[in-house]
Structures are given as structure tokens and as C-alpha cells.
């Protein structure tokens, strides 16, 4: 599930209780409404025609009251002004000697591929050379082509699988491309719109996962075959490498073209967070890698590296919970279990990613949500020194790229803050190469406002870190308008990220933004993540509301000031907030939502997350969903905070339903519960800068209402 900014917004928290307000999760009294009592299904008819009729006049109405007037027009202008610079560092990849981006500007809404070289990258403006303009595509082509991805075959990365999407939508087209006279193949390896994936093995040859027909996809809505595709032959053709059952969620595949190790894996997913992974010999035999199933492998020249989700205990020892181990492979394939280390967690420290150059493995982790790098280098009888990459920037989000595994120790970070516009370094490893390339331009004046780092205390006595980006020396009396941002999920750590719109719109106007680092997430590896999946779920809503009464404690802010926004995961985060706390605030932002626990594994690709929330369909299991299920835990009488619900027709992951039918829901009781969804921009919400830039105007506009 995607979060649509890993940025800024905040919180406020616990007030008076008012006259009707629910006591919220914590009462374990709380009438829950029948799950089949829905009087709204008729709004799960995505493209229906009375459906998109009621969505019409939900958007209508929500604009007509917080997308009118000057201000707000400025405001759009301002932050669409930011978002198409050409001074924004560009997100690259590099493919032989030149590096690629997708750029967005006014005149190229849907994108333009483009590449450049390092000297273009270092000059004061970059020139770029065009190699695909989506806009003409589209134009030419009458549709509505969104950039996905673009895998290119090494070494000499001529050839590439291009997927576009169409409107924003998960769902994927490939069709192959020439880098060299910059035109798609008509007769090569295309492939109509579906969910799947594809992998270069050589020139003639792709691994492809997608629709095969009937029979073909798993009930999570994922193709269920691996197939092996030849040159001028018929999709049709293909040979099956590899099938799992209707159950289980899906296939990957991919080639590892190390030279000298090249290897074709392929994995059976058999739940969101179990798998099984095998390696296919020349013959077509399958050898499955003996790992617990709830390990993630990833296999790179001779190396096997092993991510633990849970403790294991093999070959004599036993490793912890998100460790990561390396093993040889062929050795560990015929058996042995001579494994080494390269990484232990800690109470405080965890491993985020982790990323291969040529020669040299490199670990990404944050402790106490700080981040750092280090590099480790395999050596013979089993030593990887490590050094870290130095002269980064401290408390920064570093996201760390790296540009040709298989040919360069070239790498590339992005660093960026609250208050710090992402910044661009490159550097070679094992060189004293590292150079500043890129500093992106300052959206806002920061120079007036500071990050603090505190702890709340949660129900059950867990310290929940948490960011405050508030003016320096802000006086606390209460009255701030606060926005908490939070997510607990899918063990996706939220970091520090730099954000234009928050700080225009937010913290210029005197706004106070808080990032909730709560359970659920990655920022303490799988054992904070695990702390509330499933049953345990309620325990992320009681951090958010931990963080809340602690900073109405510390009396920067009060319950009338405090806002909660959440997207995706996030958004059944929010909207747990809002009919469990209603007390604690002022307004809720809910986006791209799952509400509805009882039904979203019949939504969109709602039963891919089983792992992660549950099954409702089990009696047994839907006992603890209905708990957190917004949906259905709405009271008529109860006074709930004004809400805006954000979502895309065109969310084939999620899905709009749920949104929708909270909102009809919420208007039935007679709440002050606003809709926008729009047509386009699939889970993320939006498919160009015009669209971004409306939809944080819109989101601040409505904040700023209810919280000022």
C-alpha cells in the first residue's frame, strides 16, 4: 500500500468530553452496528451510473465550500509554482552513462522521460534530451498514459520493458523499447493492461507474470503463473516456470544477471508476508531456498542474503528478528549452514533497506528514526568489514540509489528534512569522490522554525517517538493549530521528509506538524510491526492517541486545534481516530481508505492484506476486525469532528468504496463529512502537479477551517 506524502501534517488531541462523544476504542461496551446491516453497497458499483452521479455532487459540494475564492486560487498557483521548477533535484536512474528522470513540469503534466549525462547533471541547468513525452503518447494514442517503470536489459541497457498506467491505475501495459532510436518495439515483448510483472533474461527471453486468462489470477486479483516468453513466438506460448494456488497471493520473478552467477528466481507469495522462493536451473527444475517462510532472500552473484521477520534457529545458533544474514550460495543450496551476520538490531536500531553496488553491500538503518549508511564489503572466510558513509547530513531522511549493481560502486543519496529541501550527493565507494550534485531550492523560509524529537507514553506504557516542527521559542498556551501525521503499517518506517506544500500552507500560516512513529510501522523492525498486526491493530490508534494527549499536555495545542490525517493504511488510522477519539480533535483528514473491515477483502485487492488486518470472513478473526472498523462503528448521536475523506475512481488497490460509503453513512447521521474524489491518479490520488497542488490546497483549506 502506497502513503501519498511521507511529509508533514498534525495533530491535536484530548478536551472535554462532549455531551454524546464515544469513550472510543478503549470501551470494550460499544454497541458495533451489524456488518451486514449496509444500506450503501449500491456505492461499491465503481463505474455505475448512480454511483458516479452521488460522487459528482459529493465533489461539487466539497469544492463549493473549500475550493472557491482568491486565496485558495493563490495558494494552488503557489504550490504548483514549486512543484513544476526545474530546480527540483531529479529522482534518477542511470542506464550505461547517462542518468534518466521523469520530469512534471506546466507545459508536461503527464511526464517526459528524459536522460542526461553527469556533466549535464553538475552544469547550473541541466539539459535533458526527451526519450519518451507520455503527453504526446497520450495525445497520439487518445488515452491517458501515467509513467510506472522501465527495466532495461544490462550490459549495454539498449533494450527496455516500458510499463505505463493507465490513469493512475496498479494495473500495468508493457511494451518494449529502443533506447538507441528512442521508439517502441512494434513486434516485441508487449503486453495488454493487467497486474503482473516482467524480467529480462537475455535479449530473446523475459519471465512474465500477468493475465493468462481464466484460471490465471489469485483471489487476491494477482496473476498466480510464471511463465518463460521467447522471441517472435505468441504469449500464448509461453512455458509455465513456476504456478501457486488460487489462494495464495501471487508470482514474482526476476533474473540475476551478475556475470558469471546469472540466475532465474522466482517466488510463490503465499501471503502477504510468507513466501517461498526458488531458483531455476537450466533444465527448468525448481530447487526451493530453505528459508522460514516469513524470511525475505535476495541473491546476487554468489551471495545469499536472508532478512528475518521472526527469531530462527538453525545451524546451532539462533538469530533475532530482523537480522540480516549472508550465506554462500551454492554452498547453502547443497546444504550447509555456514552462516554470517551483517546485521543485529537493537531496542533502538533497525534495518530500513539494503541496496548492492559491484563490490559492496550497503545497509540503510535508523536509530530512534535517524538514518545512516554503511558500507560492508565481502571478504573470503566469511568477514564483511563495514564502514559508514560519512559527511551526510545528520537527522536527515537518506534514501540511498544505487546506480549498476552488476559494473560501478557508484551510488547516489538523497537527503532531505522537515526543514532541509532534498539534497542530491554521488560518490563512488572506496573513493574520495563524494560531491554535493544537486541542492534543491527552499519552498519556504525555514529559518524560523525547529524539529524536536519527543516520547509519549502509550495505554499499555510503550514509548512512541514522535517530530514536532513548530516555530522557535513557540509559546505554549494551547492555541496552536496542530496537525498529526501517522500511518502504523505494512512495517513501513515514516522518516523526516521535506515537503512544500506543509510548509506554505501549514507552518508559514503558524501552524504546528507532528509525524506519530507508532506500532505498526518499520521503525523499530518486525517486532514494532508485529506489536499491532491483527488483533493487536488498536494498538497503533492508542500511540496516535497517546501522542495526542501529550501534546495538549504539554499544552501545544487542545482538542478544538488538533487535526489527525492519514492515508491508505494510514486512512483506516484516521478513521479509527475519528470514531474512536473523537474527543481529542478538532478535524480528521481521511485519504485513499480502507473503512469498511468487514468487506475489504471483496474490494479492489483488498484480500492481498489478510496478513496484516485479518480475515473477516472467520468468524473467529472478524470478532477483533469489527473492533477497528470505522465503518461500522459509527453512532448516531455520537458528535463527531468534521472529516474530508480524499480518494480516485481510479484506486485499483484500496478502491473508492470505502470512502464513499463512510461519507453517505456520516451524511445519514447528519455529520459534517466532505468527499473529493477524483477521477483519476489511481492509490496515490493524483497524476500530475496540477492535481497534487489542488489536493493540498483543498486538504490545508479544510484545516485551517475547523482548526484555526
Sequence with gaps: MLVRRLALTAVLLFVPLLAHASTGIESESTEIRPATDDENLWLEDIGGKASLDWVKARNAETT????????FDTLVADLRGVLDSNANVPRLMKLGDRYYNLGKDKDHPHGVWRRTTLAGLRAPVTTWETVIDLDALSASEHDNWLWRDAQCLPPTYQRCLIALSRAGAY??????????????????????????TVSWIDADHILVATDFGPGSISQSGYPRMVKLWTRGTPLSAASTVLESAEKDLGVDARHDASPGFERDIVTKNLSFYESETYLRAKDGSLARVDVPRDASVDLKREWLLIQLRSEWPVGGHSYPAGSLLAAHVDDYMAGKREIVTLFTPDAHTSLTTFAWTRNHLLLTTIHDVATSIVALTPRAKGTWPAAPLTGLPALASLRLVTVDAYASDEYLVYAQGFLQASTLYRGTIGKDDRELLRQGPAAFDASGFEVTQHFATSKDGTRVPYFEVAAKGLRVDGSH????????????AVQPNYSPALGKAWLERGGVYVIANVRGGGEYGPLWHEAAMKANRPRSYEDVAAVARDLIARRVTSPAHLGVEGESNGGLLAGNMLVGYPELFGAVIVGAPLLDMHRYTHLAAGSSWIGEFGDP????????????????????GTRYPPALFMTATTDDTVGPAHARKMVARMRAMGLDAHLYENVEGGHGGSSNNAQVAYHEALIYTFLWE???
Design 64 to 71: 463549493a465550500h473549500y475550493a472557491t475564492g482568491a486565496a
Design 617 to 636: 470472513d472467520k468468524p473467529e478473526e472478524w470478532a477483533y476486525l469489527r473492533t477497528f472498523s470505522p465503518y461500522q462503528n459509527l453512532h448516531a
Design 706 to 708: 475547523h482548526l484555526k
Design 481 to 492: 493549530p496542530t496537525l498529526i501525521w501517522a500511518y502504523g503499517g505494512f512495517e513501513l
Design 171 to 196: 494495473a500495468q501495459v508493457v511494451r518494449e523499447f529502443d533506447l538507441t532510436t528512442r521508439t517502441f518495439v512494434s513486434n516485441g515483448f508487449n503486453l495488454p493492461e493487467a497486474k503482473g
